[in-house]
């Protein structure tokens, strides 16, 4: 069965870097546009950035706009979060799916979801 893996969190320090990665195993996310969210402590789940299955098309929630970037590379079946000037705001549980129909901004549109990865910024 087609299966999202997250990887890449960890500690940092605010301002510094990391990047997640999302690879897929069991099948091919190729066709699919994918999108990241997050979870922070005692919050819902939110949109943080989506991809088109070409890498085309990007987009960002406001709240990282900027700092982040989204980049797919279709032949490793991995989808890539780039996050830079990272905040303590950022800490979270960070997802990766597949996203099926609709708006690319609700999770709603998604599948396939991986089981996350933590990324904790301190002040």
């Known amino acids: 069965q087609a299966q999202l893996v997250e990887s890449g969190g960890g500690l940092v320090q605010a301002g510094g870097s990391l990047r997640l990665s999302c690879a897929a195993s069991?099948?091919?996310?190729?066709?699919?546009?994918m999108g990241w969210f997050r979870r922070a402590p005692g919050k819902e789940r939110e949109f943080v950035a989506a991809i088109s299955w070409t890498g085309g098309r990007t987009y960002f929630a406001d709240s990282i706009q900027g700092r982040f970037t989204i980049s797919r590379d279709n032949a490793k079946n991995t989808v890539y979060l780039q996050m830079n000037n990272l905040k303590p705001e950022d800490t979270a549980v960070y997802y990766c799916?597949?996203?099926?129909?609709?708006?690319?901004?609700?999770?709603?549109?998604?599948?396939?979801w991986g089981r996350g990865t933590q990324v904790t910024v301190s002040s």
């Open positions: 069991g099948g091919t996310f190729g066709n699919y546009a």
């Open positions: 799916a597949a996203h099926l129909g609709g708006s690319y901004y609700y999770q709603g549109g998604y599948d396939y």
